[in-house]
């Protein structure tokens, strides 16, 4: 099957893809904005505390332009974006995107650790789940497992991962600080239950995909010639079957990636860890609005450019949808 396909209905798609994608970072920075401003309270508050006297608010809001119709300043920070600036963080006071990026690249982390856990492990329990008796013991273990998993709420399965493996055995950290990492394996360890807890979740897709095109391809004429020319039952599963079986794992995949930035933020809150989720949960406390800007367009910006690259690859696979673009 080949992969190759003329650039123009990529090109297309990317270029359709691209302006839905500025537009809809431009809605959400707009209902972000606005969101933030039906808030109670304001960043003066929220960062001298409740002690503050009258005249110390009072300076603060002067100087964070709190004064300025919500209309003034948020068309101030619209104007700043083509330059690439965007804005001042009003708790931390320096400039929102060094400091967004650093979080971003916490959060690529953990879903690039995530996805190299899943790909092997979906499939290798698609394949298992495939290769043992149909409805046997083995097959219903891991069918029942993979579906416990995806009707659980992330936070609560991450929750529980802390309680049994940190709490009751304290075999992990609770806690993912990657940045009091003294060393790779600590690192390592930090960032175990984030992953597992990602993983538990997203594994039922891929590996009820994999099962379902393997016991279909075991069915063709070309494996059960392999089978019966005598060939070891592990060659006939890798060699002969699978590679003409993963197309619909590789469309699953391409999905949960996509999936996996949205689903990440309530993982990194229940671990603590430092990415765009906790950042989003921290400048939202302090009424911060640049830099809940900033978070919710990395974090959107990120999901669209996952996505558009979970398209590509999933057109790229099937041959169906090669044929419509053309």
Known sequence: MSLLLPPGPISRLIARRLIFAVLSLFVVATIVFWAIEWLPGDAAQRILGRDATPEALEALRVRLHLYDPALTRYLHWLAGLPRGDFGMSLAAERPVLPYVGVFLANTLLLAAAA?????????GLGLVS?????????????????????????????????????????????????????????????????????????????????RTSMIETMQSDFVRSATLRGLPRSRVLLRHALPSAIGPAINAIALNAGWLIGGIVVVEAVFNYPGLGRLLVESISNHDVPMVQGAAIALSGAYIAVNLIADIVTILVNPKLRTTLQ
């Open 115 to 123: 996805l190299a856990v899943h790909i092997p492990l979906s499939i």
């Open 130 to 210: 495939a290769a043992s008796k149909r409805d046997g013991g083995v097959d219903t273990l891991v069918s029942v497992t993979v579906l416990l998993g995806m009707s659980i709420p992330e936070f609560v399965v991450g929750i529980g991962l802390v309680a049994w493996l940190s709490t009751a055995w304290n075999w992990f950290p609770p806690l993912a600080l990657i940045d009091q990492a003294q060393s790779a394996g600590q690192f390592a360890l930090l960032l175990t239950l984030p992953v597992l807890t990602l993983n538990f979740v997203m594994t039922a897709y891929v590996v009820r995909q994999t």
